[in-house]
């Protein structure tokens, strides 16, 4: 019942593709190139990338693959911060399981810390975000890279890295979808 | 999930599986950490209303709930009103004038937190009732065993000793039986409840038969407070055919891990040089009770049920 409900869904045409597979690994390619330019020779060292679950870990793992080939050194460091136990939205859309936090070994004293993340909407989510880091430890700079800002912020919050500038209406819905888990590379308004 | 943690029964297989999952999440995000804190369930109040001695269960919710950044009021039986006999239902409504939203229960009556349940407007989490339910053991065993066995189903646990009064055992055999583990009960005729053959396990009263196929195996206190009379000989005669000494330890196959849920009788059902073994998962089952009782209270009060 479920599966056929679903096949009914993804048969509709749905929305408009803002990004596609290549245009997404284009995007990812030049936030890696920017993130090297900007952090320079002496703080690439000690950069680190979090991505925030869901789809933010997949692409801080892109993005440090990509990051070590353009600047041809050993891998970044990269993790993940779930930050379900710091929303504060919690008593209104109540409970949702937790995800995965890994941070790598080195840890992020003093560091120098992107987070990753899929869609830039209110910037509740990096508000979240940056409750929950500050409890890891205190970064030298903290920076976020998002796949697309679509506007519509409800806290003083910017993304140092955009992929694409999205301008949307509330009613409307991002959805992005990578390979690692919904099998596909797509960014679609709708 | 359901408002209230009443009983193991009360999770099915997934419910039990998110509340191990979500633990584990938990002990992932805090480990290493200095500041072993969490905000999420900021200005909620969670009050420990324990009718009956307790140790670890007490400090282990008292200090998840803390972890999690609730207001926890504890209270005890002693040097309450109850010692001037209020009954247990004016003290439910007394808390719950006073806005708990959850209220973890111990007390020496079977079933006291289910009367509980049904008068207050939190969440009321069993924390031990009589010779009943004990929950949160149960979660924090099944926790211990999936994370040193990297399984649970089809996982051979045996327990061991005083299934009678064990509110423990009854908890570990519905839950191991929910989440696929079998589960073998081995105890002294006398220390065996009636209606045991109903119970998802297999009953043996000859520990050495069963020790060479036990993967977990987790040896319960014979609970002296709760005998009227006597259900064995001599302490001597129980330890010989039911405790765990360092021979019978070696007849377990190389991976079995040792339980308790503690406190322990050394030298009883346990020997001490067993307990201390690298086997015994004994202060490893405290650690992760913690991480446990945060899933529960998080997956209990995190979000508004209304």
């Given at each position: 019942m479920r599966a056929a409900q679903n096949a009914a869904v993804s048969a509709v045409p749905i929305g408009r593709i803002i990004l596609d597979s290549a245009a997404i690994s284009r995007v990812i390619d030049r936030i890696a190139h920017e993130i090297i330019e900007r952090a320079g020779d002496d703080r690439l060292p000690e950069l680190t990338l979090l991505g925030i679950p869901t789809r933010g870990a997949p692409l801080a793992q892109r993005l440090a693959a990509r990051i070590a080939v353009f600047a041809a050194r050993d891998p970044v460091p990269v993790g993940t911060v779930d930050i379900t136990l710091y929303r504060d939205d919690l008593r209104s859309r109540g409970v949702r399981p937790l995800s995965a936090t890994s941070i790598p070994g080195g840890g992020i004293e003093g560091g120098h810390v992107v987070l990753v993340d899929d869609v830039l909407y209110s910037g509740r989510t990096v508000r979240a975000a940056l409750d929950a880091l500050r409890e890891v430890g205190r970064p030298r700079v903290v920076q976020l890279a998002v796949l697309v800002d679509r506007g519509h912020r409800e806290l003083p919050i910017r993304a140092d890295y955009v992929g694409k500038n999205l301008p949307t209406s509330a009613l409307e819905q991002v959805r992005v979808r990578l390979t690692e888990t919904d099998g596909i590379d797509e960014v679609i308004l709708r | 999930m359901r408002r209230h943690l009443l009983s193991a029964a009360d999770l099915d297989r997934a419910d039990a599986t998110l509340i191990l999952d979500t633990a584990k999440q938990i002990d992932a995000a805090l480990a290493g950490r200095e500041v072993k804190k969490l905000p999420t369930l900021r200005g909620r109040t969670v009050v420990n209303l324990f009718f009956e001695d307790s140790t670890r269960t007490r400090i282990s919710f008292e200090l998840a709930a803390k972890r999690l950044s609730a207001d926890v009021i504890n209270f005890a039986a002693k040097g309450s009103s109850v010692s001037k006999g209020e009954s247990l239902k004016d003290t439910a409504l007394t808390l719950e004038a006073m806005g708990a939203d959850a209220i973890v229960c111990r007390h020496s009556a079977s079933g006291a937190p289910h009367r509980l349940a049904g008068w207050v407007r939190g969440s009321v989490i069993n924390a031990g009732d009589g010779t009943h339910e004990h929950p949160t053991q149960a979660l924090l065993d099944a926790f211990t065993i999936r994370r040193r066995l990297g399984r649970l189903d089809g996982v051979r646990v045996t327990i061991v000793g005083d299934v009678l009064h064990s509110r423990v055992a009854r908890s570990n055999v519905v839950l191991l039986d929910t989440l696929g583990a079998q589960v073998t009960l081995v105890a002294p005729p006398t220390l065996l409840p009636v209606g045991v053959e109903s119970w998802p396990a297999e009953v043996s009263y000859d520990l050495d038969a069963v020790l060479a196929k036990a993967e977990v195996v987790m040896m319960l206190r014979v609970q002296q407070e709760r005998m009227s009379a006597s259900y064995f000989p001599s302490v001597r005669e129980y330890s010989r055919r039911y405790g765990l000494d360092a021979r019978r330890m070696a007849a377990?196959?190389?991976e079995a891990i040792v339980m308790h849920p503690g406190p322990m009788n050394r030298g009883m059902e346990i020997a001490a040089e067993v307990a201390d073994s690298?086997?015994?998962?004994i202060v490893e089952q405290v650690s992760n009770g913690l991480s446990v009782r945060m899933a529960v209270l998080y997956l209990l009060l995190g979000g508004d049920s209304e």
């Open positions: - | 377990l196959p190389d690298v086997r015994s998962t």
